[in-house]
C-alpha cells in the first residue's frame, strides 16, 4: 500500500507539468489555427483529453493513490461517454 | 490517533471528496450533452458565432488556471516540508490567478453586454437559432464554471488563513490537499470549455 | 450464533448522554441512528402528505364530471403528490432510514464515514421539504406540469416552477451527500475480517444504489437549473423558437429518473433479501449472484432511460436500442426473486408480519415487473404510454415493491430500533387490509388503461367509471389499512421489551441489544465467516 503521506512529489515535477501543459495549450491553439477542417476539433478534445490525464494523475495525485482511486475515475468517464453516445443514438437518427 | 490511522482516515477523507468530484464532473457533464446535441444540429452557425469570442482572453484564462493548478499543487508539497512561507506564497500565487481569471471573465462578459448580447437581450432575439444557442450555451456554461471558482476561491482563502494560523501543517493538511483537489477539478472543466467555446471557428 | 449480553447500565442512542437535551439533542445529533430516526419522521409525515393527497384525486375520479376540484386544481394535486411522494419519500425512504440505521451496524462500523455530512443531508432535506411547502402554497399556484416537469409546458406555466425545481435540486443535493457517505462508508469502515463478499446482502444493496445516487442526480440538478434559466433568462436549450428541441429536456430527465426508480427498489430488495433467511432460517440461495446482480441493476439501469420516450419522436434506432436494454435488466432482478423463492424452499418459515410483508412484496413487485416488460416493448407501449396502465404499473412496482419492502423493513427491524415489540396480530389485520385494498385500488386500472383510460385526465368517458368506482373502494380500504399500521407501530413504543434477537437473526444487529448503544458495539468485532449460516 502506498503510504501517500510519505511520499512528498518535488516542485521540479510539478513545474515539469505545467510545462507541458503550457506546450499542449499551444499546440491545440495551433492546430485549431492551421484547420483540419472536420479533424480540427477531434484534435482539440484529443489534446484537451491528454491534458486532463496529466491533470489528474499528476497534479491530483492519482498516480500515487490506491488503485479503486483510479479504477473510478476511468469507469465515470467510461459511463459518461456511454451515456452521450446514446443520446446520439436518438439524434443522428432521426 | 496513530499515524497508521491518520493515514486511513486522511484517505478516507480524499476517497469522499473524489467521489464529490465526480458528482460535478457529472453535473458539467449535463451541460456538455446539451452542448454536443446543439452543435450537431447547428454546426455553421456555432463555427460562426464562436468568432465572436476572443481566443487571447480564452487562451490567457487557460494559463492562468494551469498555473494556479501547478502553485496549489506545490504548495502541498511546501506543507509537507514544513515550509510554511513557501506554502502560503504559493497558495497566495493560486488566490491571485483565481482573481485574475474572474476578472477577465467580468471584462469579457461586460464586453459583449455592451454589444447588446445577453440573453434575452433584443439583438439576441434577432439573431439566427444556432446564434441564441451558442451564447446561451455560453453564458451558462462559464456562468456556471465562474461559480465554482468563487466557491474554489473561498475555499483556498479559508486554507490559507489556517495555514498562517498552523491549523493546516505537515502533520495534518486533509483539508489542503481536499482543497487542492477542487481546485483541479475547475481547471479540468475550463480544459474542455476552452476549445469548446473559443477554438471551434 | 445470538449472544444475549447482561444489559447492565450501557445507555441507548436513545437516551441522553450529551450537553444538549430534548428536541435539541436530537437535531443536532451526528449519530447515525438519530438521524436515521429524523428521517423515518420527516418522511412518514410527508408519506400520509401523499396518501391524502392521492385519496383526494381518488375522490374527484370516483365520478363523472366535476365532482370536489377543479381540472386546475387536479392537476395540481396529481404534480404536488408526484412530487412529495418521489422526492420526499421514496427517494430518500428506504436509504436514508434503514440504510442510515443499519448500514453501519450491519458492517460492524460505530458510524458512518462522515457523520457530520450525514446530519448536513439531513438538514439540506428539511431545506427542499420547506422551499416544496412554499411552492404549493405561495399565491395559490401550486406547480401543475407533473412531477416530471416536461417542458416546453414547464418553461411557461404561470404555477410555482421554479420554487417547486429549486425545492427538488436541494433534495437531489441531500441524496447526493447520503450517496456518498454510504459510499465511503462500505468501502473503508467494514469491521476487521468483513470482506466484500463476508458483507450482507443489505449493505451491497447500499452500497449499489449509492453510486446510482452520486452518478445520477447531477444530471438532473443541472437540467433543473436549465429550466431555471430558461423561465428566468430565456436561454432556451429546450424551446425550439430559441433554437432548442423539448425531447433533449425529456432525455435528461430521464438519465436521472429512471435510475432514480432503482434509488428506490434496490434497498427494497436488499431488506427482503436479509428478512427471508432469518425467517425461513435458511442460508440465502446464491448469496454472489444477489450481490453481483444489485450492481448489474445499477449500471445496466443507468442506460435504459429511452423507454419513457418511446412516444416522443425519438429515433427508430434509439427506440430499440433503449428497448433491448430495459429487457436486460429484468434479468437481474428476476434473478433476485428465483434466489428468493429458492431461499423458502425447504426451509422452517414463521409467519410473522415482517415475512408476510415480503411474500406480499414478492407477488406485487412480480406483477409490476412483468407488465413493465409491456411498457418496455415499442409495440405494445404505443398503446398504453400515458395511460392508466402505467399509473398501475409503477404503483405496483414503487408502492407494492418500495412500499412494502419499507413496511416490511419497519416490521422487522421495529424491535431493534425501539426495544420494543409490537402487535403481530393487528399487524396481520392491518397487512390484510393493505393488500386487498391495494390491488382494488391499482389492479382495475391496468384494464381501464389498456381499454384508453388517460393519466393525468381530470375527467373520462362513461365506460371507464366502473374501473374508477372500484379503485376508489380500495383507496379507502388501503386508507384504513394504513392507519392501522401506523397505529400499531406506534403504541408498539409501549409494548412489551424487545429481546436482542427476537427473530433468531444472524447479523450483526442482532448481536447487539435492543436498542443499540451509541457506538453500536462495545468492541470491534471480528468477523470470520459468512453472514448467513443458519446450519
Request: net charge neutral.
Given at each position: 500500500m502506498s503510504n501517500h503521506e510519505e511520499h512528498i512529489v518535488p516542485y521540479e515535477s510539478h513545474l515539469k507539468i505545467l510545462v507541458i501543459l503550457l506546450l499542449m495549450t499551444v499546440i491545440t491553439i495551433t492546430v485549431t489555427v492551421i484547420d483540419f477542417s472536420a479533424w480540427t476539433i477531434a484534435l482539440a478534445l484529443i489534446i484537451a483529453s491528454i491534458k486532463v490525464f496529466f491533470v489528474l494523475t499528476y497534479f491530483m495525485h492519482l498516480k500515487y493513490e490506491i488503485l479503486i482511486f483510479r479504477a473510478l475515475t476511468l469507469l465515470i468517464f467510461l459511463v459518461f461517454a456511454v451515456v452521450i453516445v446514446i443520446t446520439f443514438l436518438d439524434y443522428v437518427y432521426r | 490517533?496513530?499515524?497508521?490511522?491518520?493515514?486511513?482516515?486522511?484517505?478516507?477523507?480524499?476517497?469522499?471528496?473524489?467521489?464529490?468530484?465526480?458528482?460535478?464532473?457529472?453535473?458539467?457533464?449535463?451541460?456538455?450533452?446539451?452542448?454536443?446535441?446543439?452543435?450537431?444540429?447547428?454546426?455553421?452557425?456555432?463555427?460562426?458565432?464562436?468568432?465572436?469570442?476572443?481566443?487571447?482572453?480564452?487562451?490567457?484564462?487557460?494559463?492562468?488556471?494551469?498555473?494556479?493548478?501547478?502553485?496549489?499543487?506545490?504548495?502541498?508539497?511546501?506543507?509537507?516540508?514544513?515550509?510554511?512561507?513557501?506554502?502560503?506564497?504559493?497558495?497566495?500565487?493560486?488566490?491571485?490567478?483565481?482573481?485574475?481569471f474572474l476578472i477577465n471573465k467580468y471584462f469579457e462578459w461586460s464586453l459583449k453586454f455592451h454589444h447588446g448580447i445577453y440573453p434575452g437581450s433584443d439583438v439576441m432575439l434577432e439573431l439566427n437559432r444556432g446564434y441564441v444557442l451558442f451564447f446561451s450555451l455560453y453564458y451558462f456554461m462559464t456562468g456556471l464554471h465562474a461559480l465554482h471558482i468563487i466557491i474554489g476561491l473561498t475555499i483556498l482563502i479559508i486554507v490559507y488563513l489556517k495555514i498562517n494560523n498552523?491549523?493546516?501543517?505537515?502533520?495534518?493538511?486533509?483539508?489542503?490537499?481536499?482543497?487542492?483537489?477542487?481546485?483541479?477539478?475547475?481547471?479540468?472543466?475550463?480544459?474542455f470549455l476552452f476549445p469548446l467555446l473559443y477554438l471551434i471557428t | 450464533m445470538s449472544s444475549e449480553k447482561t444489559k447492565i447500565n450501557i445507555p441507548s442512542y436513545l437516551d441522553n448522554h450529551g450537553k444538549r437535551k430534548g428536541l435539541m439533542a436530537w437535531i443536532t445529533s451526528t449519530d447515525h441512528k438519530r438521524i436515521a430516526i429524523l428521517y423515518l419522521c420527516s418522511i412518514s409525515f410527508f408519506f400520509i402528505l401523499g396518501v391524502l393527497l392521492g385519496e383526494l384525486m381518488r375522490a374527484e375520479l370516483n365520478r363523472l364530471g366535476q365532482q370536489l376540484i377543479s381540472a386546475q386544481t387536479y392537476n395540481a394535486v396529481f404534480t404536488v403528490h408526484g412530487i412529495i411522494m418521489i422526492f420526499l419519500v421514496v427517494i430518500p425512504g428506504l436509504s436514508a432510514v434503514f440504510g442510515n440505521f443499519f448500514l453501519p451496524i450491519l458492517i460492524g462500523a460505530k458510524d458512518v464515514a462522515f457523520p457530520k455530512l450525514n446530519l448536513l443531508s439531513w438538514y439540506l432535506y428539511v431545506l427542499g421539504a420547506c422551499i416544496a411547502f412554499y411552492s404549493l402554497a405561495a399565491g395559490g399556484k401550486p406547480p401543475d406540469t407533473g412531477w416530471s416537469?416536461?417542458?416546453?409546458?414547464?418553461?411557461?406555466?404561470?404555477?410555482?416552477?421554479?420554487?417547486?425545481?429549486?425545492?427538488?435540486?436541494?433534495?437531489?443535493?441531500?441524496?447526493?451527500?447520503?450517496?456518498?457517505?454510504?459510499?465511503?462508508?462500505?468501502?473503508?469502515?467494514?469491521?476487521?475480517g468483513m470482506t466484500w463478499f463476508r458483507m450482507p446482502l443489505f449493505p451491497w444493496a447500499i452500497y449499489s444504489t449509492a453510486w446510482i445516487q452520486v452518478l445520477a442526480t447531477p444530471i438532473i440538478g443541472i437540467t433543473l437549473l436549465m429550466l431555471i434559466a430558461e423561465r428566468l433568462f430565456s436561454?432556451?436549450?429546450?424551446?425550439?423558437?430559441?433554437?432548442?428541441?423539448?425531447?433533449?429536456?425529456?432525455?435528461?430527465?430521464?438519465?436521472?429518473?429512471?435510475?432514480?426508480?432503482?434509488?428506490?427498489?434496490?434497498?427494497?430488495?436488499?431488506?427482503?433479501?436479509?428478512?427471508?433467511?432469518?425467517?425461513?432460517?435458511r442460508r440465502i440461495f446464491g448469496y454472489k449472484a444477489i450481490a453481483l446482480s444489485s450492481l448489474a441493476i445499477a449500471f445496466v439501469g443507468y442506460f435504459v432511460w429511452g423507454h419513457h420516450m418511446f412516444t416522443s419522436g425519438m429515433s427508430n434506432t434509439a427506440q430499440w436500442f433503449f428497448s433491448f436494454l430495459t429487457f436486460v435488466v429484468a434479468v437481474p432482478s428476476a434473478i433476485k426473486v428465483f434466489n428468493w423463492v429458492a431461499t423458502m424452499y425447504k426451509g422452517s418459515i414463521d409467519l410473522k408480519p415482517?415475512?408476510?410483508?415480503?411474500?406480499?412484496?414478492?407477488?406485487?413487485?412480480?406483477?409490476?415487473?412483468?407488465?413493465?416488460?409491456?411498457?418496455?416493448?415499442?409495440?405494445?407501449?404505443?398503446?398504453?404510454?400515458?395511460?392508466?396502465?402505467?399509473?398501475?404499473?409503477?404503483?405496483?412496482?414503487?408502492?407494492?415493491?418500495?412500499?412494502?419492502?419499507?413496511?416490511?423493513?419497519?416490521?422487522?427491524?421495529?424491535?431493534?430500533?425501539?426495544g420494543h415489540m409490537y402487535n403481530f396480530k393487528v399487524a396481520n389485520i392491518a397487512l390484510g387490509l393493505i393488500f386487498i385494498g391495494f390491488n382494488l385500488l391499482y389492479f382495475p386500472q391496468f384494464i381501464i388503461g389498456i381499454q384508453g383510460m388517460p393519466r393525468r385526465y381530470f375527467d373520462y368517458l362513461p365506460q371507464f367509471q366502473w374501473g374508477h368506482q372500484l379503485s376508489t373502494i380500495g383507496g379507502i380500504l388501503l386508507g384504513i389499512g394504513i392507519f392501522i399500521m401506523i397505529f400499531n407501530l406506534f403504541k408498539g413504543r409501549k409494548g412489551p421489551i424487545a429481546p436482542a434477537n427476537p427473530w433468531n437473526g444472524n447479523t450483526l444487529e442482532w448481536q447487539i441489544s435492543s436498542p443499540p448503544p451509541e457506538e453500536n458495539f462495545e468492541e470491534v468485532p471480528e468477523i470470520k465467516s459468512s453472514p448467513y449460516n443458519y446450519d
Open positions: - | 490517533m496513530n499515524s497508521v490511522e491518520e493515514h486511513n482516515s486522511n484517505v478516507t477523507a480524499r476517497f469522499g471528496m473524489w467521489i464529490f468530484l465526480f458528482t460535478e464532473i457529472f453535473l458539467f457533464g449535463g451541460l456538455f450533452i446539451v452542448y454536443a446535441v446543439m452543435r450537431s444540429k447547428h454546426d455553421a452557425e456555432f463555427h460562426a458565432a464562436a468568432a465572436h469570442l476572443n481566443v487571447v482572453v480564452g487562451a490567457f484564462n487557460t494559463i492562468i488556471l494551469l498555473i494556479s493548478s501547478s502553485t496549489v499543487a506545490m504548495s502541498i508539497t511546501a506543507v509537507q516540508k514544513q515550509d510554511k512561507k513557501m506554502a502560503t506564497r504559493l497558495l497566495l500565487v493560486t488566490i491571485l490567478c483565481a482573481f485574475l498552523g491549523q493546516v501543517n505537515h502533520k495534518n493538511y486533509v483539508l489542503l490537499e481536499n482543497g487542492a483537489l477542487y481546485w483541479h477539478l475547475v481547471d479540468l472543466i475550463w480544459i | 416537469f416536461y417542458a416546453p409546458y414547464s418553461t411557461q406555466s404561470g404555477s410555482n416552477v421554479i420554487s417547486a425545481v429549486t425545492a427538488a435540486f436541494i433534495l437531489g443535493f441531500s441524496s447526493i451527500l447520503t450517496g456518498l457517505n454510504f459510499i465511503v462508508t462500505v468501502h473503508r469502515m467494514r469491521a476487521p436561454i432556451g436549450f429546450f424551446n425550439p423558437a430559441l433554437g432548442g428541441d423539448p425531447i433533449l429536456y425529456q432525455h435528461l430527465f430521464w438519465i436521472y429518473s429512471h435510475p432514480a426508480v432503482y434509488v428506490m427498489i434496490l434497498p427494497a430488495m436488499g431488506v427482503i433479501t436479509e428478512i427471508i433467511p432469518t425467517f425461513c432460517q415482517p415475512f408476510l410483508y415480503s411474500v406480499a412484496f414478492i407477488f406485487l413487485f412480480m406483477i409490476g415487473g412483468l407488465t413493465g416488460l409491456i411498457l418496455g416493448s415499442i409495440a405494445t407501449d404505443m398503446q398504453v404510454h400515458d395511460t392508466a396502465f402505467v399509473v398501475a404499473h409503477f404503483h405496483y412496482i414503487i408502492f407494492g415493491g418500495m412500499g412494502f419492502a419499507f413496511f416490511a423493513a419497519i416490521h422487522y427491524w421495529y424491535p431493534k430500533m425501539f
